[in-house]
Structure formats: C-alpha cells, structure tokens
C-alpha cells in the first residue's frame, strides 16, 4: 500500500469518525440522562434553576452546544419572574476542559435574550450574586462532615454574547415602563473574576414613540458582584440623542423641547488617583453633557440657539448611599455656573446645591428667548450682567441662601431711539423670605435726535427726553416667602407715553394691542401672586388712562379718553368710564365681566352707560364706508383672541355677550331728535335686543322696542308707541312746522334690512296708527275753501281725528286720515316724502242720506304740494256720487 492511499484510507477513517461521533452526540443529547446531565452543568455555570427546549450538539468545527428556548430562573428573593431568557443559546466546550476530562462551557451567544433586573426594597439588585467572584479560595479552607463542595467555582461562564437583546428592570414587584432595547455585546473574563464589557443598546419606554433616542454604548472591566465589582472602570457614550426622545425615556410626555444630546461619563472605583484616596465602594465619576439647538418644537432651527455644556465630578458611596458631587461647571457660549452638591439616595432621598458663583449674560437670555418665543424682532440687542450665588436643596425647591445683582444694562429696541435703560438692583434671602429690591426701567423715547437741527433745538429735545424719562418707568418688586410659600410679583407703571412700552412688548412677540393702538399716558400697578407654585396663582391690576387716544380696527376716528379707570383680575375685568369722547357725544358708566359663565365662547359683559348726544350720523361716520366692509373682520379677532383671527366674523360676533343698560341726553336718527332716551341692551348669538326703551320726542313720550339680528344678513324690527306728541315738534321743515299745531298719540312697526344709512333708508318700511287731538292747520281755511271753491286764507280747527299712515319707498303716505268738526269731516290722504316734499289732499265726508239715490252737486277740494316750506295750494273740483242708503 502506497503512502497516499495510506493517508487517503487515514482522513477516509477520521471523517467516517467524526460523523459516527456527530451522530452519537446528536442521539444522545436527546436522552433524558443527557438532558439532566446538561442542565445540571448550565445550572452550575449560571449560578441559577435552568430550563430549557430542545439540545442539539456539532462537533465541527468547534464542539458547540446549541439550546432552545432557554430560560434562566430569577432568586425567589427578586420575584418568580425569570431572570433571562433568549430563544436559542449556543455555547462552545472549552478544549482545555475536555482534555482534562471536564465539560467546561466557553463562549455563550444569545439569540434576542430578554434580561429582567430587579432591585429589591433591601435596594440589592438580583445581578450582584450572578457574575463569579473575584477570590474562590474561601471554599478550599472549608470545612465539615460529609462529602466535601469543589474548590471551584460552580461559575464556568467565559465569554457571553448578546444578539438583539432586551433588558427590562423591575422595583420590587413593580415593572418600570423603561427598558433598552437592540442589546448587543459581550462580557467575557479577562481573569479569575475580572470581566469585559463591550455593550450597545437603545433606550426604549413603553406607549411611547421614540425617533432618535441614539445609541448607548457601554465599555470598560469590572470584577465579580460578590466583591460589589470592584475594582472596576466604566466608559459610557450616548452620542446624538433627540431631546424630545430624552424627554419622553424620562416622563412619557413632551415638553415641546427640541435639541441634541450627546453625554460621555467616566467611573472607576478601587483604583485611587493619586491625592484623591477613595474609600471602598466609593466610585470616581466624571460625566460630560452637551446639548445643542435647543429651541421649541414649531421654531426652525437658529445659528444662536442656545448650547449647554454640563460638567460634574465627584464620587458616587454606595455603602453610604450618597452622591457628591464636588464640581458642577455648567457652560453656555457668553454664561456660567460654578456649583457642589451631594445626594443622598437612601430613604428618605434628598439633594443639596451650592452655586458659588453664577454669571448670566443678557445676551444668552436673548437667545433662550428668540429659541422658545416666536417673533422676537431680529435686531433687538441686550448688553448686561446678572450675577449671583445661593444653596437649595429638596423638593419641592427650598432656597436656603440667595443673592442675585446687577450693575444696570441697556436694550436698544427697534422703532425706539434711545435705549431702554435697566438700572442696577440687588436681591438677598433673608429669614427665608427673599426680596428683590425695586427694579427699575426707563423706557426709551420715540423721537430720534435727528429730528432737532439747531443747537437750541437738540439741547430742548434731551431736556424733554431726560423729564419724560422720569416719567416713563416701569418698577418690579418680587418678593417670596419660603417658609408658607407665598410669593407676589408687583409692577408700578408710570407711562407718560404708553407707545414706548407697546413697541417693547410687540419686540418680543407679545403684542399687547392687536388691532389697537392707545397713545397718551397710562399709569397702575399690576400684582401677581402664587401659593406654593405658579400653577396657584392669582392676579389683579389697575390702570388709569387720562388723555389718552384709543384707535381701534373698524374705527374711523378714535377714542378720546381722557379719564377713564381699569380694573382687572382673576375674577373678570371692569371700566370706569368719567370722561370718554366717542360717536359725537362724551361717554361715562361702567363695564363688568360677569363670571358666572367664564367659557371663552360665551364670555358675558353687563354695562351701564350714559352719553350726553349719540347722532345716528356720527356712527355712520365712524363706522362707514371707510371702515366697511372689512372692519367687523379686523375689529373682532383683536377684541377676542388672536388663535381666532381665521374665524368668520359671523362666528366671533355670535361668541360676544353682553347686557346692560344705556341711557342717553339727546338721540338723534335722521331727523328725529329725542331727548332723555334710556333702555335695556342685550346682544346674544347675533342678535340685539333693546327693551324696556323710553324717550321724550316732540313734547311727548316715545317707548318701544328694537330687534336685529345679524346673521346671514343684518335685519332691523322696531315697535313703538307714543304719546302727546305735538304736531309742531315733528321733524318738519321751520315753516310747515308753524302751519300745524295739535296732539298725535300711536303707534308704529317699522322693518328695514342692509348696511349703511343709505341702504337702510332705502329699504325701511312699517304700518302704523294714529289719533290726533286739537289739531289746526295754519294758512288756509279749509272748510270755507271747499264750499266757495276759492281759496281763504285763515286756520282750519279739527277737535279729533285719526287713521293709518305707511312707510316706503322714503315715503310716508298717509291712508284716509278722518278729521272731526261740528261741522262736519274731512279726510286727509297724500304722502310726505323725507325729502319735505309731498302732496296732500283735505276732502270734505260724504253727507250721510237716505233720499235715494241721487247725485250731488259738484264739490271740491284742496291740494297742498310741492316743496314744504313752499307750497302749491289749488281748489279743485270732484264729482261724487252719494251711496245710496238702505
């Protein structure tokens, strides 16, 4: 036999080998003495109660074991639930232990392992007995009767790998909704009880949507739990995090906070530094935060948005269950913080802060302010320093010391052409109640220095400016007791231009008067306080304006008002009203909001109102055609809210309510001038109501009331009586007025639909009836023309009459007026137009008879027309035929 065939009979023999063993170990982990056998070795490498599925066994090219469904027992001390599970396991043979007739496992791989740890109410986490120890040599000097423990470790485990994996913690028998997720890595044995770690994960919580939570990678060596894994040092990297991700791991919910996260810590313990001795479990930290672009979620990203460097350095005892933290840097690009503090983790928790010293730029506040506020004008400027220190400590916050000091700053404000002056202040705790002295800012003036040419002229101007500054201050005192917490925020404002303060406000995105504009001086305080935070506070202000000007979207003129007093807080808002110029007269009363029904679609407001002259043409030009048809749109989202500046001007009318009362010296309509008018007012749902409305018209007594509604069209019904009017008060012109004397009472129903006056007119129309008194019509005798067919000047006496009288079409016609004499009746017909001209007609009453029938002889009557105050008067002939009489 030659060599070859030797070595090929040789290899032919090791292969037919290796299947015969691949085939027997195969059969023979599927026994039930294998199966025992098996587990009982993985119960020793783990330390813990294994189950598992299925065995299966490769010799090639490495003898591996491979497991399913696997699941690793928790200590009935942690709970019942298990402590790791994975749905297959592979672990390699150590060649070393099977050449010493051991089966010692090597590397174990996880395929999606789930890992549950579970911290006890002993504060001890079921992981700290798992990994083996550092020093077995304990159970070598052992010693007792029967059949003596090996002096090894019962722990085998070399190597372990994880494969998208998952790890859930537990406190108690509660599970925490955070977990981590897409674990990989390893933890192999460097030495006798000294591990590797190279681990990866990503943060997870549940119900909750995560889109960038970055990747958490963990490196370092630690040494068994038994000996509380020291020594050991720990690198951990978190790179690219979204805050919002940070922000939702750590409460469920969005703050509405965007930005990066990128953090790097450092831990150690049982290796000292040389000069900082440690004690045991004592662990060194070092962490590094950095965060960037922070700003609110529907602000686009900014090249001065703020970034935050954090630094801490200290140690971590857990024997004693404290943090200190001896150096706290937190750094932002033009500020910083210098500060200690320690922890205590052990029941009760509790945290301590000293700042020793803080140094904020007005700058970086700008900044903050431009990330989270929207429309913060871009050229708006601050140039000041803010320092302070203070210690606090709990939770909720307890200051214990605080100082907090400025030297005063500036802040240029676009449309303004001097600088708003911040002048210095100082606030200290003291007796657990801190105080901040006065703080006081002069508001800068409107008018540029280039606006004076001579010397004269700039030196008049910077005096005026320096006495309105005086006059122009806003004051702040913030005071806050930290023993019943109890805090109050007061603002004293003395404005002898309130433009100024608009303008500053506008700057940073908090326009105050959207859709108004108020110029003149203003003058109050307003107070904000709080019990035990913000969220119980409560607020109240007043203001008195006094000369001032309010010019408001829908108006064409403005407000003039030159005393008027505003009060405000959480309870509603009320005006006083002493001297305000409105729609041609000089206003004064009260306006209250009624709490009882605070919801913002239903807010109510009672009034009481008084007005020496209110002219119907007045409001047409303060509301006419220059301010139509756009100005409901314009007017009504500034008075409501700005979130309904899209809303149809339909649906922000029909939200307003308010009721109340309005009387008035002299009303005028057109014509008709009324005289000591008063009535109730109430608009609802797009419509207004006015009852209960009394006037004194033309000597006599008018009362009725009003009805419109506004919606889908503007729609006017008015009822009214009257009484004891006279006939030579009413709207005639001056000399038909002197023709006419006497009493008229009645009553009218008018109607009329559109906008404006000439609209209105156009289309209003009503029905009404009339009963006169001792009426005489001065000029002509009628009776006495009638009969001789020739006109006769005098005066023609009636003692009653009445009838009906119609409007439309600018007429009023009136409908078979009967007028009474002993003598007789006359019927009065024609139309009056509002132009004072018509056409009147004065017939004698057919003479009751029962002759039969027959006709009379001609008869005639008198036709007044033409202009009014001029006009033709003719006698003319008519034929009439008598009815006959049954």
């Not at 919580?205 to 050991?232: E, H, K, M, Y």
């Not at 506020?373 to 320092?387: C, M, R, Y």
């Not at 320096?466 to 404002?493: K, M, P, Q, W």
């Not at 008018?750 to 129309?765: M, S, Y």
Request: with cysteine.
């Amino acid at each position: 036999m030659s060599r070859a065939q030797k070595y090929v009979r040789s290899f032919a023999l090791l292969v037919l080998s290796l299947a015969a063993t691949q085939v027997a170990v195969s059969s023979l982990v599927k026994t039930h003495r294998m199966r025992v056998y098996l587990i009982s070795h993985l119960e020793r490498a783990f330390g813990r109660p294994v189950d598992a599925g299925s065995f299966s066994f490769q010799v090639l090219p490495i003898p591996q074991l491979f497991v399913d469904n696997v699941t690793i027992g928790e200590d009935p001390s942690f709970g019942h639930e298990y402590f790791l599970r994975a749905e297959n396991m592979a672990a390699s043979l150590r060649l070393s232990g099977i050449f010493r007739g051991r089966f010692e496992f090597g590397t174990m791989s996880f395929t999606r392992p789930s890992l549950i740890l579970v911290r006890n109410a002993q504060g001890r986490w079921n992981i700290e007995d798992w990994l083996p120890p550092a020093n077995t040599s304990h159970y070598a000097s052992s010693s007792g009767y029967g059949p003596q423990p090996s002096a090894e470790s019962t722990h085998h485990l070399q190597k372990i790998q994880f494969d998208d994996g998952r790890i859930n913690f537990k406190l108690g028998d509660e599970k925490r909704p955070f977990a981590f997720t897409n674990v990989s890595g390893t933890v192999e044995q460097l030495d006798e009880g000294r591990w590797q770690l190279q681990l990866e994960a990503q943060p997870w919580r549940s119900g909750v949507g995560l889109q960038s939570a970055g990747i958490l990678q963990v490196r370092g060596d630690v040494a068994g739990t038994s000996s509380r894994l020291q020594p050991a040092q720990i690198q951990v990297h978190w790179d690219k995090a979204s805050l919002a991700d940070l922000f939702r791991l750590a409460t469920g919910n969005d703050p509405g906070i965007r930005g990066e996260l990128s953090l790097d810590g450092q831990a150690s313990v049982g290796k000292p530094e040389p000069g900082e001795p440690t004690g045991p479990g004592q662990w060194r930290f070092n962490l590094q935060a950095r965060t960037s672009q922070l700003h609110r979620w529907d602000l686009t990203e900014r090249s001065d948005n703020p970034n935050v460097n954090l630094n801490i350095k200290g140690i971590w005892d857990l024997v004693a269950g404290e943090v200190r933290a001896d150096t706290i840097n937190l750094d932002s690009p033009h500020s910083r913080l210098r500060a200690s503090g320690e922890i205590l983790t052990n029941a009760p928790a509790d945290w301590r802060v000293r700042v020793g010293s803080a140094a904020v730029q007005a700058q970086d506040l700008l900044a903050w302010c431009r990330a989270f506020q929207p429309n913060v004008d871009e050229d708006i400027s601050a140039d000041q320093l803010f320092t302070g220190s203070g210690e606090l400590h709990g939770w909720p916050i307890q200051w214990d010391s605080a100082e907090v000091a400025s030297r005063g700053g500036i802040l240029l404000v676009p449309g303004l052409a001097q600088p708003v002056q911040i002048d210095p202040f100082r606030g200290s705790l003291s007796s657990r109640r801190f105080m901040l002295q006065p703080v006081r800012v002069v508001l800068g003036s409107q008018t540029p220095a280039s606006a004076a040419k001579s010397k004269s002229e700039k030196a008049l101007l910077a005096k005026t400016r320096s006495s309105a500054a005086s006059e122009n201050t806003i004051e702040s005192v913030l005071l806050e007791d930290f023993s019943t917490g109890e805090g109050v925020l007061r603002l004293y404002l003395r404005l002898a231009n309130v433009t100024p303060a608009f303008k500053i406000a506008a700057a940073f995105g908090h326009p105050l008067n959207r859709g108004w504009e108020l110029t003149g001086g203003a003058g109050g305080r307003v107070e904000l306080g709080w019990q035990r935070g913000l969220h119980n506070r409560h607020w109240r202000g007043s203001f008195d304006l006094s000369k001032a000007a309010l010019q408001a979207a829908g108006l064409n003129l403005p407000l003039k008002l030159d005393d008027v007093h505003l009060q405000a807080t959480d309870a509603g808002r009320s005006a006083t009203l002493t001297h305000v110029g409105a729609f041609g007269g000089i206003w004064s009363g009260s306006i209250t909001e009624n709490i009882e029904e605070p919801s913002p679609e239903n807010t109510r407001w009672h009034f009481q109102l008084h007005s020496d002259l209110l002219d119907a043409a007045e409001l047409d030009r303060w509301f006419g055609p220059r301010a139509r048809p756009s100005w409901l749109q314009r007017l009504l989202p500034a008075l409501l809210s700005k979130s309904d500046s899209d809303a149809k001007p339909s649906e922000l009318m029909r939200r307003v309510s308010a009721e109340g009362e309005i009387s008035l010296d002299t009303l005028i309509v057109e014509k008709v001038r009324l005289a000591h008018a008063s009535g109730k007012v109430a608009l609802r749902d797009l419509h207004l109501d006015v009852h209960d409305a009394e006037a004194q018209w033309a000597g006599g007594i008018v009362i009725g009331n009003v009805k419109a509604a506004f919606s889908p069209a503007a729609q006017y019904d008015v009822n009214a009586a009257f009484t004891r009017v006279n006939l030579a008060q009413l709207p005639w012109t001056p000399r038909w007025a002197e023709r006419w004397s006497g009493a008229v009472n009645g009553q009218v129903h008018l109607t009329t639909v559109g906008v404006g006056r000439e609209e209105l007119l156009e289309k209003l129309a009503g029905h009404g009836e009339i009963k006169l008194n001792g009426v005489e019509f001065r000029g002509w005798d009628v009776p006495s023309s009638v009969e001789s067919g020739t006109l006769h000047t005098g005066t023609s006496h009636w003692t009653t009459g009445e009838g009906e009288i119609t409007l439309a079409g600018r007429n009023v016609t009136l409908d078979s007026i009967k007028l009474d004499t002993p003598r007789g009746k006359t019927e009065l017909t024609g139309t009056i137009g509002f132009g004072q001209d018509g056409k009147l007609t004065f017939t004698p009453a057919l003479p009751e008879t029962r002759t039969p029938p027959r006709s009379f002889p001609a008869r005639r009557t008198l036709q007044v027309s033409g202009p009014l105050d001029t006009p033709v008067v003719v006698v003319e002939p008519i034929s009439i035929i008598a009815a006959p009489v049954r």
